[in-house]
Structure formats: structure tokens, C-alpha cells
């Protein structure tokens, strides 16, 4: 069993940075291949950005050039700098870890939300 738990949420005004942490207890089968997913009221969740069990890097549109993502492996880690916020990215972020490997870069955020373990969500509000 592996529990996420992401940290970092807050406000910032338009412009600002926020760092994203998410750390993950226990251990999935094989490497483990993590992502950061967000959902604003009334909208349904995104893809945000991930690191595959190749350690491949992956983004939406909406974020390259703004946002990295980072994972250790050691450390069962994945952190997302958030850079040059912008107010439609406020939502709320979940860290989603696969509980089996995926070499397929962001095509690993097609998978069911079953197939991940889920943390409870960090809040990011960027306010104009």
C-alpha cells in the first residue's frame, strides 16, 4: 500500500511560484511511475505534469514552459515548481502514484484512477 501526501498548496498573486511536494510512503510495483493532477471547481480533473517509470518528464500544454517536474526515486518523491501562476491555475492538486509501472510517458495519466494510489490534495489559489 502506498499513501501520497502532497504539500505546498497556498495563494500567491499572478506571477508568483509555489513548490508542490508530494511524498510517498510504502513502496508500488517496480519503479514507480507518479504525477501531479489538478481539479478546479466545476471542471473535471487534468493532467498536470509526471515522471514515468523510465523517469521520462511529461506536461500539459497549459503548464510547459512554466511549471517542472521532478521526481527521486530514492526518496519516493515527486516535486512540481510552479512558476509565472497564472489565475486559471488555481485548482486543486493531487499527487497520483501508479501502483504498476508505466513506460508511456503522459499516455499514463489515461489510466483508470483505480490504478493509482491518490493523495487528499493540496489547494493552490493565484489570484489576479
Known amino acids: 500500500q502506498v499513501q501520497p501526501v502532497e504539500s505546498g498548496g497556498g495563494s500567491v498573486q499572478a506571477g508568483g511560484s509555489l513548490t508542490l511536494s508530494c511524498v510517498a510512503s510504502g513502496s508500488s510495483e517496480g519503479r514507480s511511475s507518479m504525477y501531479w493532477l489538478r481539479q478546479a471547481p466545476g471542471k473535471e480533473r487534468e493532467g498536470v505534469a509526471g515522471?514515468?517509470?523510465?523517469?521520462?518528464?511529461f506536461y500539459a500544454e497549459s503548464v510547459k514552459g512554466r511549471f517542472t517536474v521532478s521526481k527521486d526515486n530514492a526518496k519516493n518523491t515527486l516535486i512540481l515548481q510552479m512558476n509565472s501562476l497564472r489565475p486559471e491555475d488555481t485548482a486543486m492538486y493531487y499527487c497520483?502514484?501508479?501502483?504498476?509501472?508505466?513506460?508511456?510517458?503522459?499516455?499514463?495519466?489515461?489510466?483508470?484512477?483505480?490504478?493509482?494510489?491518490w493523495g487528499r490534495g493540496t489547494q493552490v489559489t493565484v489570484s489576479s
Open positions: 515522471v514515468d517509470s523510465w523517469d521520462n518528464t
Open positions: 497520483a502514484v501508479a501502483k504498476r509501472p508505466c513506460y508511456g510517458g503522459a499516455g499514463c495519466l489515461n489510466r483508470r484512477p483505480i490504478d493509482n494510489y
